[in-house]
């Protein structure tokens, strides 16, 4: 079982920014893959952007392309999310997750679960 604890949402004006951080623990051999998500009232999760612990690669949404920022330090077992430049649409609850093997976009091919965290951006 893989662990995944989400902190640093809140409240921000448009156009400032905000990090989120996830929290692995428990068996992250198994969980290669981590990714960010995120689901709003009415809509379904849609996925954010995703990096993986052993390379380089990176992956986002178009939606975020150029103004969030996905990262980790493998010694602290932590993925970040850095949002800048955030809209009223960013709005959302952020969950953290994770899997093995291949890149995935759906949130169903994610086998671990945050409890999420709230980031609202007032306009």
């Known amino acids: 079982q893989v662990q995944l604890v989400e902190s640093g949402g809140g409240l921000v004006q448009a156009g400032g920014s905000l990090r989120l951080s996830c929290a692995a623990s428990g068996r992250t051999f198994s969980a290669s893959l981590m990714g960010w998500f995120r689901q709003s009232p009415g809509k379904e999760r849609e996925f954010v952007a995703a990096i993986r612990w052993s390379s380089s690669a990176t992956y986002y949404a178009d939606s975020v392309k150029g103004r969030f920022t996905i990262s980790r330090d493998n010694a602290k077992n932590t993925v970040y999310l850095q949002m800048n430049s955030l809209k009223p649409d960013d709005t959302a609850v952020y969950y953290c997750?994770?899997?093995?093997?291949?890149?995935?976009?759906?949130?169903?091919?994610?086998?671990?679960w945050g409890q999420g965290t709230q980031v609202t951006v007032s306009s």
């Open positions: 997750a994770a899997k093995r093997g291949l890149i995935a976009t759906m949130w169903n091919q994610y086998e671990y």
